[in-house]
């Protein structure tokens, strides 16, 4: 492709998507490959580099994962870190320590001191904080290296081959308690790659336009717009490249936040050049949801029905020309496995049916992490409510309202959640969280209000932080902002008379309450 690109060759560590997302903020693209990946296609793809990954083993198990020595002699610079370091070490003929002598394992912040004389540390203090998480140890580098940074118990906590661009350390660069480690990568990509940081988003839009109008010729494109970052961001981008050609599909089930139909067609009639079909389906999702309280169930439901309704609209109107979607590049990778694209959806199941022929699937934003879909979103000129909105669950509050969903029950859910997010963005404590969002757990409590008694509906605040939403603590919200949510909605809302705060972090609850 000529683009310039960096490999991050994956041995199972935990923090391989941040490297890369360190390196794309350097602005040099890279790509995550398992180590399974044939040396062939790391030399077709003529990299500026390749970063071996951590990784959980030893390089002495049995089933450890190794790579073939030849990719050393291939000139590309290599950086191996943790476990990619020891593999290197190893490799060519280092030695390595098994954890067998606890004594010297490695865990947390380490002082550790650099030697300067080299590319990779050259921008950096003699000394700092580095990272480490590691049993076995480097004990000799390898023939042609020297040894460029040592801790305390770490005899190599960085080697060098710098006439053949062979690095490697010990610690963890790309997490923020190493400090200096952004240097670092940095150096290695520009000093030692030799990068030109042609990764910006400005001209990833003009390269993704012109790819996508030279894809599609004169034909039509259609889009699921759920309204969620990544499809609204793929619809302001298809827009700019072809408006009219584009038709873009929003099923409007009801079950969002409220008024949020109207403002994703707002926003896309109003800002964007394209054919907007809104499909309000409101009373047909509610009635194959009557009685139905099971969570599995509901799930079930919401997501076979979307994809009738959404695939029914194409087939009658647009089932020609390409389909376009908003998958990102972390739905693709699968963590040392391969980055086997899978149809990304709403509800992740949207995939098209066997009846309904396209010319060709579109995805603009397949290579992009997050941060850079919103960046490319701000750049395009959609809201910044809408580039920097929450994760939503695809089956929206059916999972919210716990038990039967009706009309009555969504509308209170959606009128005590709008005050809690306008609550929230008031004092701009907002930012400060991951999620926030109201409950309906369909419990009746006692009250009393003026001088009567009250029976009413009870709503629970949910609000979390998370990196990665696979754990997430409560969030410390302050106790007046809390209060002046309560109070707001016993007010305002008809037919609550009770709020309450959820204090569960993740695990042992999960986000979501269903
Ligand atoms: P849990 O409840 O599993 O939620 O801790 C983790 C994150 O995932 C979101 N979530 C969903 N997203 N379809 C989605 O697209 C779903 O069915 C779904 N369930 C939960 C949740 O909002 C949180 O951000």
Redesign the pocket.
């Known amino acids: 492709m000529g683009k310039e690109t960096v490999i991050v060759l994956d041995f199972g560590g935990q923090y391989n998507r941040l490297i890369a997302r360190r390196v794309r903020e350097c602005n040099v693209y890279c790509e995550i490959l398992p180590y399974t990946v044939d040396i062939g296609k790391i030399k077709s793809m003529a990299p500026k580099g390749i970063i071996f990954t951590g990784g959980p083993n030893s390089v002495y198990d049995e089933s450890s994962p190794h790579y073939s020595a030849e990719i050393f002699e291939l000139g590309i610079p290599v950086l191996g870190i943790c476990y990619g370091c020891q593999l290197m070490a190893y490799s060519l003929g280092g030695n390595v320590v098994s954890a067998a002598d606890d004594s010297v394992s490695e865990y947390g912040k380490t002082e550790t001191a650099y030697d300067n004389g080299n590319p990779l540390f050259k921008n950096i203090p003699e000394s700092g904080i580095s990272w480490m998480s590691h049993r076995d140890y480097i004990s000799e580098a390898p023939n042609g290296f020297s040894v460029i940074a040592k801790t305390q118990n770490c005899p190599v906590a960085a080697m060098a081959n710098i006439e053949k661009k062979l690095y490697g350390v010990q610690f963890h660069p790309e997490v923020n308690h190493t400090e200096y480690g952004k240097d670092m990568l940095r150096s290695f990509l520009y000093d030692v790659c030799e990068c030109e940081g042609t990764w910006q988003m400005d001209s990833f839009i003009d390269t993704a336009v012109s790819k996508i109008r030279a894809q599609v010729g004169g034909k039509g494109v259609v889009l699921g717009l759920s309204g969620g970052v990544d499809s609204s961001v793929a619809a302001a981008l298809l827009s700019r490249a072809i408006g009219k050609q584009l038709t873009c599909v929003f099923v409007d089930h009801g079950l969002m936040r409220k008024d949020e139909g109207d403002f994703v067609e707002n926003t896309f009639t109003k800002l964007f050049d394209m054919n907007f079909v809104r499909i309000n389906c409101q009373d047909e999702f509610l009635d194959k949801l009557k009685g139905v309280s099971d969570p599995e169930d509901k799930?079930k439901i919401i997501g076979t029905e979307f994809y009738n309704v959404f695939w029914d609209k194409i087939r009658e109107s647009y089932g020609s020309g390409y389909f376009a979607q908003g998958t990102i590049y972390p739905d693709r990778i699968e963590s040392g496995k391969g980055d086997a694209a899978k149809i990304k959806t709403h509800?992740?199941q949207v995939g098209v049916p066997g009846d309904i022929k396209f010319e060709g699937i579109i995805e603009p934003l397949k290579d992009l992490f997050k941060d850079e879909v919103r960046a490319v979103g701000e750049k395009l000129g959609l809201p910044h409510d809408l580039v920097w909105r929450q994760?939503?669950?695809?089956?929206g509050l059916g999972?919210r309202v716990i038990g039967e969903v009706t009309a009555e029950r969504v509308k209170i859910l959606q009128d005590a959640d709008a005050i809690l997010r306008d609550e929230m963005d008031k004092c701009g404590y907002a930012k400060e969280m991951s999620?926030f969002f109201a409950v309906l757990p369909g419990v009746r409590t006692v009250g009393v209000m003026g001088d009567a008694r009250t029976y009413s509906e009870l709503v629970a605040i949910r609000a979390v932080t998370t990196d990665d939403?696979m754990t997430?603590d409560w969030a410390k919200i302050p106790y007046d902002i809390l209060g002046k949510v309560s109070s707001r909605i016993i007010n305002e809302v008809p037919s609550v008379n009770r709020v309450v705060y959820d204090i569960t972090s993740?695990p042992p609850g999960?986000?979501?309450w269903e």
Do not use: L
């Open positions: 799930r509800h992740n994760p939503f669950p695809g089956p999972v999620q939403f997430a993740k999960t986000v979501e």
